[in-house]
């Protein structure tokens, strides 16, 4: 199982960036998939996740109304669109399986950085 996530950099508070995130080494249409978040010196925490469609899908009240999160399952793939960025939306981002293990199967993060 590998998770490989992409699209991370540097913008401007109040800009756009979209995440994606590509699974292979299985099917992963039956699972939940999930986007997290590391600030320096913080834990990571939730950010969303999304069940089947983007009508299933559970944000954290930090990023409500501005991120949307969304898959292709024929491309095996779950995506982050981060709108009006704030400065303390800048961490480490990890996308993530839900239900294969006990735990959240997490891929290899990728950094955005907000600018105020």
């Known amino acids: 199982v590998q998770l490989q996530a992409s699209g991370g950099g540097l913008v401007q508070a109040g800009g756009s960036l979209g995440l994606s995130c590509a699974a292979s080494g299985r099917t992963f249409s039956n699972y939940v998939m999930a986007w997290f978040r590391q600030a320096p010196g913080k834990e990571r925490e939730f950010v969303a996740s999304?069940?089947?469609?983007?009508?299933?899908?559970y944000y954290a009240d930090s990023v409500k109304g501005r991120f949307t999160i969304s898959r292709d399952n024929a491309k095996n793939t779950v995506y982050l669109q981060m709108n009006n960025l704030k400065p303390e939306d800048t961490g480490v981002y990890y996308c993530?399986?839900?239900?294969?293990?006990?735990?959240?199967?997490y891929g290899q993060g990728t950094q955005v950085t907000v600018s105020s």
């Open positions: 993530a399986i839900l239900g294969l293990k006990p735990q959240p199967t």
């Open positions: 999304i069940r089947d469609s983007v009508d299933n899908t």
